[in-house]
């Protein structure tokens, strides 16, 4: 299984982005899938998840700005960023539990997920 995150990058508040986790190695619409992020000197959060349903999850913080979506034909997730915070600069990965896990429980539980991506960076200016 790899997963290779991109479409990190540096953006003034107010601007949008859209990351994308192209996976390989395994059937990813079968599976939950996750974003998370790090900011320096914070622990790890999640931000959006969806599962092998289709059903998404987004952290308070995130929720009607963020949206992921997922394209069947090409293997991957997207994390789609809007109205962009300097609070949302952080380091962006993706995660997939090759388990069960909901959604919601993919997007409480960085733990529980089996593979991870090695990031890309976002960073957004005030």
């Known amino acids: 299984v790899q997963l290779v995150e991109s479409g990190g990058g540096t953006v003034q508040a107010g601007g949008s982005l859209r990351l994308s986790c192209a996976a390989s190695g395994y059937t990813y619409s079968s599976y939950s899938m996750a974003w998370f992020r790090q900011a320096p000197g914070k622990e790890r959060e999640g931000v959006a998840s969806i599962d092998s349903d289709g059903s998404t999850s987004y952290a308070d913080s995130v929720k009607g700005r963020f949206t992921i979506s997922q394209d069947g034909a090409k293997n991957t997730r997207y994390l789609q960023m809007n109205s962009l915070k300097p609070e949302d600069t952080a380091m962006y990965y993706c995660?997939?539990?090759?388990?069960?896990?909901?959604?919601?429980?993919?997007?409480?539980?960085?733990?529980?997920?089996?593979?991870w991506g090695k990031g890309t960076l976002v960073t957004i200016s005030s």
């Open positions: 995660a997939v539990d090759l388990g069960k896990m909901s959604s919601v429980q993919a997007l409480r539980n960085d733990h529980g997920m089996d593979y």
